[in-house]
């Protein structure tokens, strides 16, 4: 159903409160929510919110609090906080005092975070290149077959130069969980080598995924080992700066040098640049100025 975007920030605000969260925190969920879905990219859009309201332990007012920092590095623990939340506490408490060369920046505990690109393109709008890698459940397996071991593990970078500013966001596997996630409500299947069994056998129930019985592959069909490789970099990063006890987030802040956006759009001679549909969506969704929204996810929503 359609839904004027001005009304769905209105009322899922109003949901999100409702949820405990406040007017700052309620605020911030929603414009990712709504981000995500002006992309096109529902899967990280406000079904999330009634993802997180069925969190067991779900502490709305617990705040992302400082464990060190320096001038090399800033280390902060989610603490009990949403993902989101936390990161978005943490680039800004770095953005008001930006390094005048680089710092590295861990938050602890940190999950879920979403999509990388709200948070990275944040850093570069104050005019910082912004990397962003963060550990996620474990929903990744072997190429050869196994069982899920690592993270889908996005890994995202936002240039504050080029016309539009570049922003490169990925993910590691052959589909994201939530795409399961809306396969498995629709009654669909997956794709042909989307996920296999831990004999290394193709499986298209995307219930097998959820239930844990089978795992999602890596991008790249027969080069599939280079997508475990880049998911294994982000874990082992994640894991060793920020600890192995739950999913951690790590960026790295720094003053660029040159326009290196710019002048890859430039020998790109009117191509397209990763990012560039996704920001094409939002803004034709912007000016049609309405989401569409499955109904009954609408209702959920507007149950306050």
């Not at 069982?147 to 490169?168: E, Q, R, S, Y």
């Not at 960026?251 to 094409?280: C, Y």
């Amino acid at each position: 159903m359609q839904v004027a975007i001005e009304r769905v920030r209105e009322v899922a605000g109003r949901r999100a409160c409702a949820l405990g969260f406040g007017g700052r925190d309620a605020a911030l969920l929603v414009d990712h929510f709504v981000d995500a879905e002006l992309r096109g990219a529902s899967t990280h859009g406000l079904e999330r919110l009634r993802w997180i309201a069925g969190f067991d332990g779900l502490d709305p007012t617990a705040r992302c609090r400082v464990v060190e920092r320096g001038d090399g590095i800033a280390r902060y623990d989610a603490a009990g906080a949403l993902g989101y939340l936390a990161l978005a506490d943490a680039i800004d408490r770095e953005l008001a005092d930006p390094p005048p060369g680089a710092r590295v920046v861990v938050v602890s505990r940190c999950f879920p975070t979403g999509r990388l690109g709200y948070f990275a393109e944040r850093a570069a709008a104050a005019g910082l290149v912004c990397l962003i890698c963060a550990s996620s459940t474990a929903r990744l397996g072997h190429p050869r077959g196994g069982p899920a071991v690592l993270g889908t593990n996005p890994f995202c970078l936002a240039l504050p130069d080029g016309d539009p500013p570049v922003v490169v966001d990925v993910s590691m596997g052959r589909t994201t969980y939530g795409e399961v996630l809306t396969a498995a409500a629709g009654g669909a299947r997956l794709a042909a080598g989307t996920a296999a069994r831990a004999d290394g056998s193709p499986e298209a129930d995307p219930g097998e995924v959820i239930g844990d019985r089978a795992a999602i592959l890596p991008f790249g069909g027969d080069q599939a080992y280079k997508g475990f490789a880049l998911a294994a970099v982000v874990e082992l990063l994640c894991g060793s700066l920020g600890g192995v006890d739950g999913h951690s987030a790590v960026v790295l802040l720094a003053r660029p040098q040159a326009e290196a956006g710019q002048r890859l759009r430039d020998l790109l001679d009117g191509r397209r640049m990763p990012g560039d549909a996704s920001a094409a969506r939002r803004a034709a969704a912007l000016e049609l100025g309405h989401l569409e929204l499955p109904a009954d996810l609408w209702e959920w929503i507007d149950q306050t």
